[in-house]
């Protein structure tokens, strides 16, 4: 069987890929720099670098309504060794990570300008979100500075880690916006979600590899904290290689009390995936076909989370090692989990069969509560569960759009978002109609899906899933949506901008009945995120 196609850098990863360029580059300027700009085909294109030499472009057509796009990327490394160092602004509009397209022209030709910055600062990348949230508030002044009256409306988008940065950013300046747009983006605190990745790392190191420390490494600044992270990394790429060829199939080895047993590697596998909420579909795994290799669709389900692992705990390594250098080390605890609660009963009964039956279940989960758990450090705990600090209180139409089964940012990241608006909007309804004085809340939210097809998976002449072979088209990978989806979702946004309201679910229905796989159930709510610290 072939290897999983995780990230060609993940799939490379060595001794000579780790070799690390240890200086940083620190050139900033002392003030914003005006842009530069150029016409040509009808279009103005403006460079500039903010204060702290981070540059910036606008692009506005000749036909340009109004609106203006500032566009929020989302999680970049500062070190080599894992994925690309970027080295300036690498998108300029919401792109598809799997076909390396995005929207400008589109955005372009509708008559939007288009603004985007590299955020970085003073060549340090990683979670440097209290920074960026300035930095926007510059790009943006800088353009109003530029544009004055040619701009009527703002529309405030970006993706993944963005997400943590633009809801602070909008509670902070509220005149900034007029519409915001989340692209599978993390719902702060990101503690909610990273606590999934470092437990990822410790199921492993109890199932696999005793050697994992996972995140309970991390918190050593610099390269010396990147290379120990990257460390951990290649441990778990080295087990999911294995897997790869031979789907988990031998028995297992670890922990001691479970070896000899007849439960297989892939039933731990599983179980990790399940308690983690890693998806259960993936790029080439629908979670349901079978046949006489894969012979029941909770196999399939395991090969999915074999593929979703690799890259979900690649981003998890940079992104909780930069998040441990500003906590300290310490951050992530087990010691409360309850990990028998963790396993979703209709999960336990769904995918039965691969997790090899109530007792190898029972068996699991019953070492689980017995083993050694991983002790972090209070202050760094309180500042990881702190982080990216939002209220929820912005009323500005906001507009979320993820995958059914985004390996990376899970798609509870939504309903996390849905429900933490919904609650300050209904106490705010309740104060309301208690004094019925000003004016009454609107709710301002609106979750859209990218849904799969039912089937999709395809097998190789030998009967092996044929992971080489085109992903699905729709509902599966992270930051990967297609142009039709992502400029339904722009246009959303325009149209929000402009009226101060989210989309009736009327309109959202008609559109989504021309665009492919847009979910038009509007009371459709993907698996919840595993944990919500409040």
């Known amino acids: 069987m072939k290897s999983l196609t995780m990230r060609k850098s993940i799939a490379t990863l060595g001794a000579a890929t780790l070799a690390l360029t240890l200086s940083v580059a620190i050139t900033p300027s002392a003030t914003a720099a005006a842009p530069v700009c150029a016409t040509a085909a009808g279009v103005e294109t403006c460079n500039g670098t903010l204060a702290n030499g981070a540059a910036y472009r606008f692009i506005v057509p000749t036909n340009f309504g109004g609106t203006m796009f ?20 690498e998108e300029m509009t919401p792109a598809s990570a799997t076909t390396k397209t995005d929207v400008t022209k589109e955005m372009l030709r509708a008559g939007y300008g288009i603004a985007a910055y590299d ?40 993706s993944s880690q963005a997400g943590a940065i633009i809801t602070p950013f909008v509670e902070k300046y509220p005149t900034y916006a007029d519409s915001v747009g989340i692209m599978a983006g993390l719902t702060p605190s990101p503690a909610d979600a990273l606590q999934s990745a470092c437990d990822i790392f410790y199921l492993l190191s109890i199932f696999a590899d005793p050697t994992i420390k996972g995140c309970a490494a991390m918190g050593v600044k610099g390269v010396p904290g990147h290379m120990a992270s990257v460390g951990e990394l290649l441990k778990v790429v080295a087990l999911l290689t294995t897997w790869s060829k031979n789907l988990g199939a031998p028995g297992l080895e670890y922990p001691a009390p479970l070896k000899g047993s007849p439960i297989p590697q892939r039933s731990a596998l599983l179980l990790t995936g399940l308690l983690t909420g890693v998806p259960t579909k993936s790029a080439h795994m629908d979670g349901i076909s079978t046949n006489a290799v894969i012979a029941e669709h909770s196999i399939n389900a395991t090969v999915a989370i074999l593929e979703n692992m690799g890259e979900a705990i690649a981003t998890g390594t940079l992104a909780g090692q930069s998040i441990s250098e500003l906590t300290g080390p310490g951050f992530y605890d087990n010691t409360k989990t309850d990990w028998a609660a963790m396993l979703d009963e209709g999960d336990a009964g769904r995918y039965n069969l691969g997790l090899s039956g109530d007792e190898a279940i029972a ?49 509870g990241n939504s309903a996390r978002y849905v429900d933490k608006k919904r609650a300050v909007y209904e106490a705010a309804l309740a104060k309301w109609e208690a004094s019925k004085t000003g004016k009454k809340p609107v709710w301002n939210t609106l979750a859209l899906y990218a849904m799969t097809p039912e089937t999709y998976t395809k097998f190789t002449a030998a009967g092996l899933p044929d992971l080489a072979g085109a992903p699905s088209p729709s509902g599966v990978g992270h930051q990967s949506f297609t142009t039709d989806q992502t400029m339904a979702w722009v246009r959303m946004l325009a149209v929000s901008a402009k009226s101060g309201k989210i989309p009736t679910g009327k309109y959202v229905q008609y559109i989504a009945k021309k665009v492919p796989y847009l979910n038009d159930d509007l009371d459709y709510r993907p698996t919840d995120l595993k944990y919500n610290f409040g």
């Open 119 to 158: 955020g970085t600062v003073k060549g340090m990348r990683g979670w440097n979100n209290t920074f960026r949230v300035e930095m926007l508030k510059e790009v943006i002044d800088t353009a109003m500075a530029k544009y004055t009256t040619r701009i009527t409306k703002k529309v405030v988008y970006g």
């Open 70 to 89: 500032f566009w929020e990327h989302g999680f970049r490394p500062t070190y080599p060794g894992v994925s690309a160092v970027p080295t300036g602004i």
């Open 363 to 411: 068996a699991m989960l019953g070492v689980l509560a017995v083993v050694p758990r991983v002790t972090g450090n209070a202050d760094a705990i309180a500042k990881f569960k702190a982080l990216d600090k939002s209220t929820f209180a912005s009323t500005h139409p906001t507009i979320l759009l993820s995958n059914e089964a985004d390996r990376l940012v899970f798609s």
